[in-house]
């Protein structure tokens, strides 16, 4: 069974530009989540899919990101127009079923942006 | 709320010897608590987990012990290897889908 896979693996833009994220989760996997690592600090929560709805998107920073998730697949994160602080690593999960409490959610490796 | 907090690193230890990295956890509730690892180049791997207090996950020699008493869940090894050298993240889940995570320890093995 393939892993989750995330799409570039590295980003250098700078300042004012767009990028975006594409993740694909394990196939059969309702669940979609983003997250965010910025300099080595804790991994924090961003969104959570289930197939193409957003069902939290709490950890969004604001709205210069946008996440979809059309057709309940692939998922995309942009950010427009990005700034320095958005720099970090950009994880993407998946699970068949709700991460809550239990359950093991699926990391992929992970894009490296870098906002100059 | 909920929160994680994990040793800092980095962490240099020399093969065969003994590796602790501390977690401990602040909850509602009963969360389950889990170790992720990140292998260079890679994604995180979920290591091992707990569901309830004094369970213990182990897994490739790793050893954690949910212990509600002093909300914590250390990540032990009795011998470790080269090949453990990686980034160990600490994570709790609870209620709602997210999981919250510690800061990541990395640790380098050296032969």
């Known amino acids: 069974e393939a892993g989750v896979t995330q799409f570039p693996s590295h980003s250098v833009i700078e300042k004012g530009q767009t990028v975006t994220l594409r993740c694909d989760p394990i196939s059969g996997h309702d669940n979609l989540y983003w997250y965010r690592r910025v300099m080595g600090k804790e991994i924090k929560f961003l969104l959570h899919f289930v197939k193409e709805s957003k069902q939290d998107e709490s950890g969004m920073p604001n709205n210069r990101f946008l996440a979809e998730r059309t057709g309940g697949t692939y998922s995309t994160l942009k950010v427009q127009p990005a700034e320095l602080e958005d720099s970090g690593v950009y994880f993407c999960a998946s699970s068949r079923i709700p991460g809550s409490s239990y359950n093991e959610q699926f990391f992929g490796p992970g894009t490296r942006l870098t906002v100059l | ?111």
């Open chain 2, 1 to 111: 709320g909920n929160s994680v907090t994990q040793m800092e690193g980095p962490v240099t230890l020399s093969e065969e010897a003994f590796l602790t990295i501390n977690c401990t956890y602040t909850a509602t509730g009963y969360p389950s608590l889990f170790w992720y690892v990140q292998y260079p180049g890679e994604g995180l791997q979920l290591l091992l987990k707990a569901t309830k207090a004094d369970d213990k996950g182990s897994n490739k020699g790793f050893e954690a012990t949910y212990r509600k008493e002093t909300t914590s869940f250390h990540l032990e090894k009795g011998s470790v290897q080269v090949s453990d050298s990686a980034v160990y993240f600490c994570a709790l889940g609870n209620t709602g889908n997210q999981f919250y995570f510690g800061t990541g320890t990395s640790l380098t093995v050296i032969p």
